[in-house]
């Protein structure tokens, strides 16, 4: 476990440590350190089921480019060992034959009040088993609350 | 456990649904030596919700979730738990989560022993009259838990202005952030749903 001057969230958000922002983060260092290991626990899980951490890497740099998180984006980018397509939000997923992966983690992410149903049930008829559901649905709901971290940050930081 | 004739809530409720999920949960009798470690469970201890029970599915994931959500919410300092709630209930309103929208409304009311604000947030969303403290409050969760994020500077002058500090902000933003997970979880893998008797 990392400092908490060291995690993406304290990094990305820009937040000065010697400044009132950074007095109010340390105050909650604990969070940020168990922020960082949520972190760990969704990109780069031991046991990683059908979802490699390169897909993971991929998945969270193009969730992070779909909120406009660029840097963020980049630094997950960093980790893609392989093929890094899916990281463009342009690409749709089908050349990679990750059409439904590709779909359900867009639509989770940016139009998760429309989820219904009949979304998870299109990834089970793509073949996708119920862990590996469950996998995606957590790595999409950690990016959202890291990237509303951050960007709750650096308001903070530009508003001070 | 919901029976399969349960009909789903569709309307903000303070009576919190049943949750029916979309993928079958962890059964606990098949359960490895990480989850039933992760779910808690004992010889005395084996009540296990559903919801768990699917997040078990990803049992890295859970073991630091539950820590960190406890932290966010009720760690001591910073900003009162009711208007925590309030960040989580923003949230869950703008992703449509009316199970993690009726558990936090419900929180919110017990601990303020008052549905009022409440009442007013469900009945006219973003246009609620509020306390101009509850408010500015709100208006940033609602903001925040879109994607993106359309929070500006014009909300976080509006916190100062109402009086929270930095402490307080952080822990906003923080249970707000939260929710954007949670709500991804419980309206993502599961219906919120109400069987004839009420239950």
Known sequence: MSGFQDTTAFTMGGVAADSAIGAAVEGRAKIFEMTQAAEDAVLAPAEAGGLSHDLRAALAARIARLNGEADLAERYAGRIGGDAALADPANDGTAQDMGAVVAFMDKVAGRTAEVRAEDVETLKSAGIGDADIVRLAELNAFLAYQIRLIAGLRLMGETQ | ?199
Not at chain 2, 59 to 82: C, W
Not at chain 2, 87 to 110: D, F, K, L, P
Not at chain 2, 112 to 122: G, L, N, P, R, Y
Not at chain 2, 134 to 159: H, Q, R, T, V, Y
């Open chain 2, 1 to 199: 456990m919901s029976r399969p004739d349960a009909k789903v809530v569709t309307k903000w409720t303070r009576n919190v649904p049943g949750w029916r999920p979309r993928v079958t949960p962890v059964n606990l009798q098949e359960a490895s030596e990480a989850q039933l470690e992760a779910l808690q469970v004992t010889p005395s201890n084996t009540k296990v919700s559903d919801y768990v029970l699917v997040l078990a599915h990803d049992v890295e994931t859970l073991k630091v979730r539950s820590p960190l959500f406890n932290g966010i919410m009720y760690d001591a300092g910073g900003l009162s738990r009711a208007e925590r709630e309030l960040g989580a209930i923003g949230a869950s309103m703008v992703n449509h989560c009316i199970y993690c929208a009726a558990v936090h409304a419900s929180r919110h009311a017990q601990i303020e022993k008052s549905e009022e604000v409440t009442d007013k947030i469900f009945a006219a969303g973003a246009k609620a009259e509020l306390s101009l403290r509850d408010s500015a409050i709100f208006a940033f969760a609602l903001k925040l838990s879109k994607a993106p994020s359309e929070a500006g500077p014009e909300d976080m002058a509006a916190l100062k202005e109402a009086g929270l500090d930095e402490a307080e902000i952080l822990d906003l933003i923080l249970s707000t952030a939260l929710f954007g997970w949670a709500n991804r979880l419980m309206h993502v893998l599961g219906d919120p749903v109400r069987t004839g008797d009420g239950g």
